[in-house]
């Protein structure tokens, strides 16, 4: 089940003693992973650049579909930006509440698949009713979405905290995802309640199911806990960290000839 929706993913409830493990960390390996698994090592159609790896973390090449581990290896298990890339993501989703007790997924919203649109990404996805509804892109329609009630009617006079708006609405372009146990899901639904954020224009009512209505006193708390967080955050980044490895340089490092 979801229990939060952290403002990013340095922003997680994970404990000194957690085990954790990162799938498809790509070319930005969460420093706090253990162990990290990539499935493509020989070209970068699903990332943005070279696979990157800490010195202390272990490597594993493999399908995040099939994961090599035991049931409940993992304290917890972190997914950033690759649900959406994922051939079945039944098998993917389930493979990740098998292998760890918590975790963290984070994918494009549906907005920000518009946004920032990639070829590779087979899934548009919303957080709804803390389930997360996925939707083949090849299944929707070819009309234009009009997002105005959102961008022009709503956030401007509901948000006081729309400078920083990354914080203030972390679900706008991006679904933070935080679970425990399990993960509520829904794929290709045939529910028009669900069906209708993807293949509709929104209206108001459905921008409030996304973005419920609150009032100045609940906006002021977020502007506060936000700038709260941002200062934290760039604290937080002074702290030194070794620089992550290229694939290459990993492998010589700890003698491995190949995976």
């Known amino acids: 089940m979801k229990i939060r929706t952290p403002y990013t993913r340095h922003d997680l409830q994970i404990s000194k003693k957690d085990n954790v493990v990162e ?5 930005n390996p969460f420093y706090r992973a253990n162990v990290i698994v990539e499935k493509f090592i ?5 990332r943005s650049g070279d696979i990157k790896i800490y010195p202390h973390q272990k490597f594993v090449n493999a399908d995040g579909e099939n994961l090599p581990f035991k049931d409940k290896e993992f304290d917890y298990i972190i997914c950033n930006q ?14 990740h509440c098998r ?4 975790g963290y997924i984070e994918t494009p919203s ?3 698949e518009f946004l920032f649109p990639k070829k590779s990404h ?4 919303l957080a709804i009713d803390n389930k997360l509804v996925l939707f083949d892109k090849s299944q929707m329609p070819e009309f234009k979405l009009d997002f105005g009630v959102l961008f022009l009617d709503y956030l401007p006079y509901q948000s006081l905290t729309y400078k920083i708006l990354q914080l203030a609405e972390p ?9 425990k146990d399990n993960i509520d899901f829904i794929v290709n639904p045939t529910d028009e309640y669900y069906k209708s954020f993807f293949t509709q224009p929104w209206n108001r009512e459905m921008v409030e199911i996304l ?6 006193s609940k906006e002021f708390g977020k502007l506060i806990k936000g700038i709260w967080y941002l200062i934290k955050y760039e604290m937080r980044k002074l702290a030194s960290h070794r620089k992550p490895l290229t694939l290459e340089e990993y492998k010589q490092l700890k003698n491995i000839p190949k995976f």
């Not at 020989?42 to 699903?46: I, K, T, V």
């Not at 292998?99 to 918590?102: F, G, I, P, S, T």
């Open 42 to 46: 020989d070209n970068n159609y699903h």
């Open 110 to 112: 549906l907005l920000g």
């Open 82 to 95: 690759v649900l959406e890339h994922s051939e079945n993501p039944v098998q993917f989703i389930k493979e």
């Open 211 to 216: 973005f419920p209505h609150s009032n100045i």
């Open 122 to 125: 087979r899934w548009a996805i």
């Open 171 to 179: 679900q706008l372009a991006v679904n933070r995802y935080e679970w």
């Open 23 to 27: 799938v498809g960390s790509g070319h």
């Open 99 to 102: 292998v760890a007790k918590r």
